[in-house]
């Protein structure tokens, strides 16, 4: 079984339009993040989230919204898609905050904005 | 968290141990000292973590300098299927909640392994 699991694996839009990216942990972690992978490979945490409380990074545009209907999910909504939204986004969990505990990724979802 | 530094790319014959070095000279004392890879068109994949010892787990030793200042992964035995980039990353246990929690990637280290 899939850890963490994310669909769609691609996603090509046009720009202006909204989409949603789907995310799925079944380790029964409590900590749950997006990180944005752009061209040049450099990955950035864009969210984390735990037990209902939402950290965001600042550098976020307000575009990006995260919303998790339960304790598994992680769900990443973006409205108004831009051409430099084009990227790899990464959900990741782990069994909760903190320095000494793993975290598990997905397998990504390229997203392409034209 | 703190800043790791770590060489751009290294290179490697297939079967050869492989040490991959770190610098984290501004580590804090509950920066626990994280190595991530991330192989071809996948995500990231944890490989090992450490406070103060060494450690070691089926996929690689971690060594850890006594002022903890460096760290070194050691892959054993390297095949094809350790080519992949390696992230060195300091997360801290002592997160007061400022920022977004998780782990702070920086550029890692490319490594090839020649067959």
């Known amino acids: 079984d899939t850890a963490v699991s994310q669909t769609p694996k691609y996603l090509v839009t046009q720009m202006g339009n909204d989409k949603s990216i789907k995310c799925e942990q079944n380790l029964g972690h409590d900590t749950m993040y997006w990180y944005k992978q752009d061209s040049k490979k450099f990955l950035k945490i864009m969210f984390s989230?735990?037990?209902?409380?939402?950290?965001i990074n600042e550098t976020v545009p307000n575009r990006f919204s995260p919303k998790s209907p339960d304790k598994a999910h992680l769900n990443l909504h973006i409205n108004s898609l831009e051409l430099g939204d084009s990227a790899v986004y990464f959900c990741?969990?782990?069994?909760?905050?903190?320095?000494?505990?793993?975290?598990?990724f997905g397998q990504g979802t390229r997203l392409t904005v034209v | 968290d703190a800043k790791t530094t770590q060489p751009n790319s290294m290179e490697s014959n297939e079967e050869e141990p492989v040490h991959l070095p770190c610098n984290h000279s501004?580590?804090?004392?509950?920066?626990?000292i994280h190595w991530y890879r991330q192989l071809p068109s996948q995500g990231p994949e944890y490989v090992i973590h450490g406070l103060t010892s060494n450690v070691n787990n089926r996929m690689a030793s971690l060594a850890i300098a006594e002022d903890r200042k460096s760290s070194t992964l050691i892959l054993h035995r390297a095949t094809l299927r350790d080519a992949a980039v390696y992230y060195c990353?300091?997360?801290?246990?002592?997160?007061?909640?400022?920022?977004?929690?998780?782990?702070?990637f920086g550029k890692g280290t490319h490594l090839i392994i020649q067959p």
């Open positions: 989230y735990n037990n209902k409380e939402l950290i």
């Open positions: 990353i300091l997360r801290d246990d002592g997160h007061s909640g400022g920022g977004a929690d998780g782990l702070t």
């Open positions: 990741a969990s782990s069994p909760r905050r903190g320095g000494g505990l793993r975290a598990f």
């Open positions: 501004t580590i804090s004392g509950t920066d626990y």
